[in-house]
């Protein structure tokens, strides 16, 4: 029996973690799950975005499974996820981005994954005004040898174990010398490691460009906190969207899992959400707590129901009337 924090969120958040959850629970996994809340609901309920009682279920059960979340304005929080990922020492933020045979996209072939380190660079939170008039602001970037030794050591090790060729590194640092550089020194260091995995490294700019020009030459891609935060939506594109993109956050000792996509207010409560990326979320979780087959049958469940492209929600055919419910039942269909 696994125990694992569930956090539902805002908007849209309740309706499509309902169906992730119907489709993990018909794996036969057994399950204890730990119902949080976090943001808009949980300042509504608890009088703050990230209650005690969140943190100390996370606490405990050290795998969180979280729907998209509403920053509260005025609260003293930049981001709840940031300060999830930052409490809990969540330095991997994972997302993989695959094309699916039934989403027409410019490319048919795209296969990445974009590790991202999770914790520092500029969004460490570094940040004031230099003047009384607030007309000159200032953001710190750090980068630090252990961080970025444990990051880029992590994405050559996730190809590895996930049989990918090529880990790319993106960078700045023909600019920014001290903390790009040392990013990419870093980087060059580590590589020898591992002589069965090719390593490339590229300058962001110009790694924005070749990818939307040529997204094949990519496999692992890995770089430093506002750069993955671009290009993960970026690789989002090049395959449908962000509804279709899960995301792994991940720590020496905790883990969660979620959906990248926010909260969309306007579409709640109208079954119209499309749940792929949380259920693919759940999947990512499930191999993350051992359960390797259960998390294999969800994935080929949901490319199932994707590719036909009948029992999918309008934003992946537009002349479908089916649900975010129906949508959700018939991957759990598909996996019988």
């Known amino acids: 029996m696994h125990t694992i924090t569930l956090i539902k969120g805002d908007g849209i958040g309740p309706s499509i973690m309902d169906e992730a959850v119907k489709v993990i629970d018909a794996t036969g996994v057994k399950i204890a799950w730990e119902e949080t809340y976090a943001g808009m609901s949980a300042f509504e309920k608890f009088g703050s975005p990230l209650p005690d009682e969140t943190m ?5 059960t050290r795998v969180a499974f979280k729907g998209p979340l509403t920053t509260v ?3 003293g929080f930049r981001s709840i996820n940031v300060a999830l990922r930052q409490q809990y020492d969540l330095y991997a933020n994972v997302r993989p981005a695959k094309s699916w045979a039934g989403i027409k996209t410019r490319y048919e072939d795209v296969d990445i994954v974009i590790v991202r380190e999770n914790t520092e660079g500029l969004y460490a939170g570094l940040e004031h005004y ?5 007309d000159i602001a200032e953001s710190l970037a750090v980068v630090t040898r252990a961080a970025s030794e444990r990051i880029i050591d992590y994405a050559f090790q996730y190809a590895r174990d996930n049989h990918r060729q090529k880990v790319t590194v993106c960078h700045k640092a023909n600019i ?4 790009q550089g040392l990013f990419l020194d870093v980087a060059r ?3 020898p490691r591992y002589p069965d ?13 070749h990818m939307v020009m040529n997204p094949k030459q990519f496999d692992v891609v890995v770089t430093t906190n506002m750069f993955g935060d671009i290009l993960s939506d970026l690789t989002a594109g090049l395959v449908g969207g962000l509804g279709l993109i899960p995301g792994a956050n991940i720590g020496s000792d905790a883990a969660l899992f979620e959906a990248v996509h926010g909260s969309a207010p306007d579409i709640a409560g109208k079954n119209l959400a ?3 990326a949380v259920i693919m979320a759940g999947a990512m979780m499930l191999s993350h707590i051992g359960e390797v087959e259960a998390a294999e049958r969800v994935v080929k469940a949901v490319e199932k129901v994707v590719n036909e492209g009948v029992y999918v929600t309008p934003d992946l055919n537009p002349n479908s009337k ?3 419910t129906e949508m959700g039942s018939a991957i759990v269909a598909a996996m019988e």
């Open 56 to 60: 100390a279920s996370f606490d405990k």
């Open 73 to 75: 304005v005025g609260t």
């Open 130 to 134: 230099l003047t009384p008039k607030k």
């Open 176 to 179: 920014l010398k001290y903390t």
């Open 189 to 191: 260091e580590i590589a």
């Open 197 to 209: 995995i090719q390593f490339d490294e590229k300058i962001i700019d110009a790694a924005c460009m």
């Open 274 to 276: 499309n749940p792929i």
């Open 322 to 324: 089916v649900g975010t």
